[in-house]
């Protein structure tokens, strides 16, 4: 029975069933989550103790000292018993120089035991706290310039790109983007920074069709955006990727460093980059856990499925996987406002109703997660060489973004597949958002599907089919012995990709805790949730 | 063919239309230059009927105009590709038809090139250029060895997967070394293997020159920009078909 609260005609209970397979279905890989650690989480650890910097060759020193300690204890332990431990021998004055004498070779690492491991987690946790208060103080920094300078006035946000490969040509650009109107800049990354195992170092000049995300350039970056935000009267957010093989080590960078967004989406990278499944789920708990204690805002990635899929009938991924996004973000601290719930106006514009069949997609979410901002995408698939048709669509996609109450709009470019955005395709796009929201923002006060109509129909078919999912993932056991989750991806359920749980890049970063794993970050992040 | 010119409304008209911006904050000075642009360009009488301003210092327009230019069809010339471009349903119903079983794609970056921007580009299922990558083709099984691959590791995992087509990657090179690099690996691929029996050999990257391919002992160069439909396309058209000569 329809009840009055659901302008789709949901039933409650299909809801509640939804998030309760999420559940069943998350749960397993939390627990797997926390039995194993990787490299990169550990990098992560020492990075928040203050670690810094890179070798003559560019090796970032947590990639040399995690390297030394993992070749003479194993990475079970994790690093920070062997690490302290050493400190305290007075092997090394600090981690630098520790890190230093390990890469030549100098230091012999031991798994501490007894009073001497006591005292070895008492001085990383000491450490890494030190980091996770900085992480503290820059969440309060944005709080405060906030209610100095002024928050973005309206919703959604209007949500930038900037990629030229160099910071400082990144800057001015991410400027005048500002000052003509958005209130959130993403530096796209470099191609194939996700697969790379360390986060380059100092401000970068050189990029692949994007820049790459080191902590340097995150400084610059927000330093230039702060000065743009007191000029503007509103405080302008920045966005980068927790992604790929070093999301923990970046997630905590972006906390020391004050980003306000970050992409992180709980399959991503096994569905396709190819990163082993257990890799991704350890270091996105990881990295959630940083996020949600910096105040950072995560954008999933749902729109990737329907630029592979067909979004009609892959609609009901999406729910599937906003569910699920939902789930592991709220077990690794992060609150609603905080989730940034992908999705995607891509249906072909050829097919009858397209527009409808987006607003009941984007309804759908918008009511099955009424607190979370949402991620609004524009279409990409279906632009073309034809600006003018695809200023058009971009329109429709501003509309479905104005009529469901989105939080974040991805503004669409007219140029999409033709070339990176001129001065000119921004203006035009910021017009045609603007032109949207000033003419039809309100519309949602009157706009009630009628709920036995073509969209409220089709809500409920698509939410019912992400339930089919999500219920074929809960009984997925052909791979005995593995969380049903890791079978699925593994058959190629999501996407068209097959994922094995032993396979795919950065397996062998992955550790299965030893009973003394200690690692003072993840106990200090656990600590907020109990 | 007979000359052509533009077409408005009326034949013969020769109206265009063009956008673009100019450096300057908007004034009458602005719309001028714009006009004069215009008329460089052949467009005489030019109409500037949009302008507005955009940032600091920029202005956009839009202009009108007649150009007095003509056309000669019969004398364009066009480079015409030597294989159909084929979507991915295409490709794989290519493959299925006339060699079923999938057709195997062994990919890596030889040399110190750790980049593997270019191979990722081509091979990875997020593609590149809104085209998915050839791991999203369901009758390729694509084998990415990364980054810093040695030729003998190469050839060794081409035989083991028995590879139709093996894909190169160079992106970052010095003193020519892609050059270096890729004729060690023709030459590799010709000792081990059986002129029938080799793979087809593919290599690209930016620096690359697309007519090269004869020179450096490979099938085929690809350069900057290229898709991976096209990459694909081309693997397909060359396994799926009767071998021709080479031009």
Known sequence: MARPTSALGIDRGDVRRARTLARQVGKPIVDLAQRHTTVSVERATLRLAGLGGADPDGTPWVNRLADVVRADVGLEHGVSLPVWDALLRGEGDDLLTLAQKAAAGSVTFRVPEGKDAKRASAAARKAVGAGIKQVDRQRVARERMIAKVGDAPSKPWIYLI?????????????????????????????????????????????????????????????????????????????????????????????????????????????????????????????????????????????????????????????????????????????????????????????????????????????????????????????????????????????????????????????????????????????????????????????????????????????????IGLLEDIKADRSVPGEPPLLSAIADGTFGLMKRPADKGRGLDGVAENAPDYYNPATEILDGDQR | MSLIRPYGDTTGDGMVQLSFTLPIEHSKVAEGAAAQLANKMGMDPALVV??????????????????????????????????????????????????????????????????????????????????????????????????????????????????????????????DAHLLNTREMSAAFREAYPAAKRPLLVVGGPRFDETMAGELGVDRVFSRGTTPGEVASYIVHRITQPKEKAS
Not at chain 1, 408 to 415: A, D, H
Not at chain 1, 419 to 429: E, G, K, N
Not at chain 2, 73 to 92: F, G, I, M, W
């Open chain 2, 50 to 175: 949009h302008a507005k301003p955009m940032g600091e210092g920029f202005t956009f327009f839009v202009v009108y105009g007649r150009v007095n230019h003509l056309v000669d069809p019969s004398t364009v010339e066009v480079v015409e590709r030597d294989y159909p471009l084929l979507t991915p349903k295409e490709a794989n119903a290519a493959i299925k038809r006339s060699m079923r079983r999938r057709l195997v794609v062994v990919g890596g970056c030889i040399g110190t090139d750790a980049h593997t921007v270019g191979i990722d580009a081509i091979l990875n299922i997020k593609g590149f250029a809104g085209e998915k990558g050839l791991e999203y083709y369901r009758e390729l099984k694509v084998v990415n060895l990364g980054a810093q691959v040695s030729v003998p590791q190469l050839v060794e995992a081409a035989r083991e997967e028995k590879a139709d087509a093996v894909l190169v990657s160079q992106v970052v090179t010095q003193r």
């Open chain 1, 162 to 466: 900037v990629a030229t490969g160099d910071i400082h040509e990144d800057i001015p650009q991410a400027q005048a983007a500002a000052r003509e109107g958005a209130d959130v800049i993403a530096v796209i990354r470099s191609t194939g920074q996700s697969l790379l195992d360390f986060v380059p170092e100092g401000a970068t000049r050189e990029g692949f069709a994007g820049t790459y995300a080191t902590q340097e350039n995150f400084r610059l970056m927000r330093a230039a955006l702060d000065e743009t935000s007191r000029e503007l009267g509103r405080y302008v957010r920045l966005t980068n990727y927790a992604s790929g093989l070093c999301m923990p080590e970046i997630a905590a960078l972006a906390g020391l460093e004050r980003l306000d967004m970050m992409l992180n989406d709980s399959m991503y990278g096994i569905l396709f980059r190819d990163i082993n499944p257990i890799r991704t789920f350890v270091d996105q708990r990881f990295s959630r856990q940083v996020h949600a204690r910096a105040g950072i805002i995560i954008n999933t990635g749902e729109d990737n499925y329907l630029t592979t899929a067909d979004a009609i009938e892959a609609a009901h991924t999406v729910t599937t996987s906003q569910l699920l996004n939902e789930y592991f973000a709220k077990e690794a601290g992060l609150e609603d406002w905080q989730l940034g719930l992908g999705h995607a106006f891509e249906i072909d514009p050829e097919v009858p109703d397209s527009f409808r069949l987006e607003l009941a997609h984007a309804m759908l979410a918008r009511e099955l997660f009424p607190d979370a901002p949402l991620k609004w995408m524009p279409p990409t698939r279906h632009m073309t060489g034809d600006i003018f048709k695809g200023y058009l669509l971009d329109g429709f996609f501003n509309l479905v973004g104005a009529m469901t109450g989105q939080g974040i709009l991805l503004v669409g470019m007219m140029t999409e597949a033709v070339v990176t955005p001129w001065i000119s395709d921004r203006d035009l796009a910021l017009q045609n958002v603007r032109y949207v929201m000033n003419a039809a923002g309100n519309l949602r006060e009157d706009f009630h599907p009628s709920p036995d109509g073509f969209i409220a129909s089709r809500a409920r078919e698509v939410l019912g089919e992400a």
